[in-house]
Nanobody, 125 residues
Framework: QVQLVESGGGLVQPGGSLRLSCAASGVTLNPSAIGWFRQAPGKERESVSC??????????YYLQSVKGRFTISRDNEKNVVYLQMNSLKPEDTAVYYC????????????????WGQGTPVTVSS
């Protein structure tokens, strides 16, 4: 089975930065991808970013509201995906989840195969 463990969340002031990590383990038969999703209280879960976990294709996806502020990256040797979050805003407050996609990057919840437990991010002064 695939296991995902998130870390790096916490409390940060507006304009500050955090780096989230998602450590993935487990064997898959086909290449896949890791995405970051977030869910604020009372709101729908939304895709934040995604990156291919295998192969040479490291194309990325970003939610428009985080473009220029968030950067997703991968370390295939360590099997870890990072989400560097800069210039954080109160609107970024949410529980952030990493997720293993079924095949390729997608912003659709239906394409998620396995979820991590989530790590809370609070942006407040």
């Amino acid at each position: 089975q695939v296991q995902l463990v998130e870390s790096g969340g916490g409390l940060v002031q507006p304009g500050g930065s955090l780096r989230l990590s998602c450590a993935a383990s487990g064997v898959t038969l086909n290449p896949s991808a890791i995405g970051w999703f977030r869910q604020a209280p009372g709101k729908e879960r939304e895709s934040v970013s995604c990156i291919s976990m295998f192969g040479d294709d490291d194309g990325t996806y970003y939610l428009q509201s985080v473009k220029g502020r968030f950067t997703i990256s991968r370390d295939n040797e360590k099997n870890v995906v990072y989400l560097q979050m800069n210039s954080l805003k109160p609107e970024d407050t949410a529980v952030y989840y990493c997720a293993r996609l079924k095949r390729v990057c997608s912003d659709l919840l239906s394409e998620v195969w396995y979820w991590g437990q989530g790590t809370p991010v609070t942006v407040s002064s």
